[in-house]
């Protein structure tokens, strides 16, 4: 039999397929659906310490090969979803779920972390180092110093398992001492990648969401070649013990391959979920099964990283 099982952190999870934060997971009710669907876990939306509106609206559309949105970070807040979290590792205590977070400034980072540091919550913690839509504020990791010195000031007192959500990098360089940061950490995975920052998409004259004149993050079709590269660059790059998660471009059961091939141990979908709904991941699943049964693999670790390069 077939089986896309897999561990991140040490904790197990019965299909490697699951949500992109951002997309079915501001709400309770989107969050069951994943979870009762064919996806192996969920990742919150990205929580701020406080309920946030968000940008003006229309701030997501979907586009013929991919997406654009400038959200603004709207979500219930950390204890919406924190509260809801330790509620749900009672009634399924053999499953785990990510809770992913980020501050408004460095300060309210660290004062949600320790939050859920002081809490009971067992699962996985994902820190959004990569939100391109609000304004005024740069993406963390795409400034090394702040990055490293917030991570060093996390693990002074977080010692529950986290992992960062990346942007995409662009330049070898970049690669080297984003993977040189890291790798100074225990972190427990990276994930690339986020969207694509700050792309333009125009219908006749006109941009087609209002925040930030139309600006915004470019996810699905658009960007799988740059999400593989930053899954392979860093799966090359990083200590084994920091695990991947490939994000970006994944439509079908082959995307997800090329991920898994690229060194990603969990895969996550996000324009093609808001495009199709929680049924994509029946789909991309019997898709990637498939594929591994025609090439005679078993699971995962058959083939996660053993991309083959040309001599
Ligand atoms: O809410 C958003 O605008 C948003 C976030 Br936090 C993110 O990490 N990535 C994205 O494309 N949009």
Redesign the pocket.
């Known amino acids: 039999m077939v089986s896309t099982k897999t561990q991140i952190a040490g904790f197990a999870f019965d299909n490697c397929l699951m949500n992109a934060?951002?997309v079915a997971c501001m709400t309770i009710e989107e969050l069951e659906g994943v979870k009762n669907s064919a996806a192996g876990t969920f990742v919150t939306k990205?929580a701020t310490l406080d309920f946030c509106q968000?940008n003006p609206e229309p701030r997501y559309q979907d586009v013929p090969l991919g997406s654009i949105?400038?959200?603004?970070?709207?979500n219930n807040g950390l204890d919406y979803y924190l509260d809801y979290l330790l509620d749900l590792q009672e009634k399924e205590p053999n499953r785990t779920f990510f809770l992913s977070l980020v501050g408004m400034s460095p300060e309210e980072t660290h004062t949600i972390l320790k939050k859920v540091q002081e809490s009971e919550f067992k699962g996985l913690t994902e820190l959004?180092l990569?939100?391109?839509?609000v304004p005024g504020k740069p993406q963390i990791a795409y400034d090394f110093e702040t990055t490293d010195r917030i991570l060093s000031e996390v693990f002074a007192y977080f010692t529950k398992p986290l992992g960062i959500?990346l942007p995409p990098y662009f330049d070898i360089v970049h690669f080297d001492q984003a993977a040189a940061i890291f790798n100074k950490y225990p972190l427990k995975f990276v994930n690339c990648v986020?969207?694509i920052g700050n792309g333009l998409y125009i219908e006749d004259e006109s941009v087609v969401i209002r925040p930030k004149n139309g600006f915004g993050?470019i996810?699905g079709e658009y960007i799988k070649p740059t999400a593989l590269a930053n899954v392979h660059a860093f799966y090359q790059r990083l200590n084994p013990q920091i695990q991947i998660i490939g994000t970006g471009g994944v439509l079908t059961g082959r995307d997800a391959f090329e991920h898994i091939l690229c060194g990603a141990s969990m895969v996550q979908v996000g324009t093609t979920l808001h495009k199709e709904g929680v049924c994509a991941f029946d789909r991309i699943t019997n898709e990637l099964k498939a594929i591994m049964t025609e090439k005679g693999y078993e699971n995962l670790e058959d083939f996660r990283g053993k991309l083959r390069y040309i001599d």
Do not use: D, V
């Open positions: 934060a951002g990205t968000g949105n400038s959200m603004g970070l709207p959004n990569s939100c391109p839509n959500k986020n969207s993050g996810g």
